[in-house]
């Protein structure tokens, strides 16, 4: 099946569903469309007992689908630039520190705490796991991917929460950098793994991690910039070269970006933050874009919308590949790393909140909220199905498990997120 019917099927099924869940289920947008492509998956699977011809030719197109190229270098960029122009700059600024510190922080705590669970876990010899051959690196490769909250799902529930300026700062500026840190985290870890730990210095790791999040940051910096200059030289006079420019600059950043391999996610955000950087909600409406016009920003959210709602379809439908080497035992272990990954997530975020207090403010539980409000979606998966064929048969279960949490956060963190916000 070609791009073209693949793509065709994507929006109708967005389409359909969204209009399912306006109407009947009433669901936050992201959570309604990945039930209902759930339920398709389920519906596929049980036609498939009776004709299994169905469900294998609908396994064979997931398979051929390469979720983690489309998501990390197609619809990623896209979603990040997006998300960052719909935060508060002049909010995010006031409170840089304590985002950077939330987020790298929370990551680096997440990875080690998720991984070394893991890593204890599968050593157990009552749950027979021994033979599939999981190393440290291996388990901290799942702690990586699984530790950045992913901020296309966090700013779609976060948006429709009323939720005081700050604490929305805050929680939609760590979910945007912690995505970029735990990408260079992963990547840092995979390089690890690929080249054997034997032949690893410190010296080596710590050189890739600065280029990633230093060149990342630099080149985001520099063309958001003079992205900057170019939108304010058109001066709104023409919406659809301004619309060209912003698709240009998210087109190119990431190819540059693997060039000179700089973490082409960090570089999005940062572009999106120069872009957006002169929007000031205490002014009034007719002072809120400077740099850009209106329709801009309503292209960018419709853009958002529609690759959102396409995404969180594909997740849903993704379970028919991932499922496909199922074992009994890992529903037990994915119970127990559902809840490390919750509750390292919660440790990290409260110990960095305690740190921060001493200089700044925070409202009352915004520890809870925000630990709770970490939702893992595509972005996981995507690394997760990226990950080396080195790893083995424990790949199946690092699979089952990324998918077990992000299902977890998604459908019942989001679901429940608005009344604890209350």
């Known amino acids: 099946m070609g791009v073209l019917e693949l793509s065709t099927i994507l929006l109708c099924l967005a389409s359909i569903f969204s209009l399912i869940n306006i109407r009947l289920l009433k669901l936050p947008q992201t959570i309604g469309l990945m039930v209902l492509a759930?339920?398709?998956?389920?519906?596929i699977t049980v036609v498939g007992l009776i004709s299994p011809s169905i469900f294998?030719?609908?396994?064979?197109?997931?398979?051929?689908?390469?979720?983690?190229?489309?998501?990390?270098?197609?619809?990623?960029?896209?979603?990040?630039?997006?998300?960052?122009?719909?935060?508060?700059?002049?909010?995010?600024l006031k409170d840089k520190w304590t985002i950077l510190l939330l987020a790298s922080f929370g990551v680096v705590f997440s990875t080690f705490a998720v991984g070394t669970g893991l890593h204890w876990l599968v050593s157990l010899?009552?749950?027979?796991?021994?033979?599939?051959?999981?190393?440290?690196?291996?388990?901290?490769?799942?702690?990586?991917?699984?530790?950045?909250?992913?901020?296309?799902a966090v700013l779609a529930m976060v948006k429709k929460m009323n939720l005081p300026s700050i604490t929305e700062t805050r929680i939609a500026g760590e979910s945007l950098f912690n995505d970029g840190i735990g990408v260079v985290v992963f990547l840092t870890l995979l390089n690890i793994k690929v080249d054997g730990v034997e032949n690893v210095t410190i010296s080596s790791v710590g050189g890739l991690f600065?280029?990633?999040?230093?060149?990342?940051?630099?080149?985001?910096?520099?063309?958001?910039f003079l992205g900057l200059k170019l939108l304010k030289y058109i001066e709104n006079e023409h919406i659809e070269l301004e619309v060209l420019v912003t698709l240009s600059l998210v087109l190119l950043l990431p190819i540059i970006s693997h060039y000179f391999h700089f973490s082409a996610v960090l570089g999005v955000v940062v572009m999106g933050l120069f872009l957006n950087q002169n929007i000031d909600t205490d002014k009034?409406?007719?002072?809120?874009?400077?740099?850009?016009?209106?329709?801009?920003?309503?292209?960018?959210?419709?853009l958002d919308e529609t690759l959102n709602a396409i995404l969180f379809i594909l997740i849903?439908?993704?379970?028919?590949?991932?499922?496909?080497?199922?074992?009994?035992?890992?529903?037990?272990?994915?119970?127990?790393?559902?809840?490390?990954?919750?509750?390292?997530?919660?440790?990290?975020?409260?110990?960095a909140i305690k740190l921060l207090s001493i200089k700044y403010k925070f409202e009352k539980n915004t520890a809870l909220i925000i630990s709770w409000g970490g939702l893992r979606g595509g972005l996981s998966i995507a690394l997760a199905l990226n990950?080396?064929?080195?790893?083995?048969?424990?790949?199946?279960?690092?699979?089952?498990?990324t998918y077990a949490v992000v299902l977890f956060t998604i459908l019942v963190q989001g679901l429940t997120l608005k009344k604890i916000v209350k």
């Open 284 to 302: 009034n409406e007719e002072g809120l874009q400077r740099a850009m016009g209106d329709y801009v920003y309503k292209f960018w959210h419709l």
């Open 210 to 224: 600065v280029t990633e999040v230093v060149g990342g940051v630099a080149l985001g910096a520099l063309m958001g």
């Open 38 to 43: 759930l339920s398709l998956s389920v519906l």
């Open 387 to 401: 990950l080396p064929d080195s790893i083995g048969e424990g790949k199946s279960l690092i699979l089952f498990l």
């Open 125 to 152: 010899e009552f749950l027979g796991l021994n033979s599939l051959g999981l190393s440290y690196v291996d388990c901290l490769l799942f702690g990586a991917l699984i530790a950045p909250t992913d901020p296309i």
């Open 316 to 351: 849903g439908l993704e379970i028919l590949a991932i499922f496909k080497d199922f074992q009994s035992t890992f529903i037990l272990i994915s119970i127990i790393m559902v809840a490390v990954v919750v509750l390292s997530r919660m440790f990290g975020v409260s110990a």
């Open 56 to 92: 294998n030719a609908v396994l064979e197109i997931t398979e051929e689908f390469d979720f983690s190229e489309l998501l990390v270098n197609v619809m990623l960029p896209f979603l990040l630039f997006a998300g960052a122009m719909s935060v508060n700059v002049h909010e995010l």
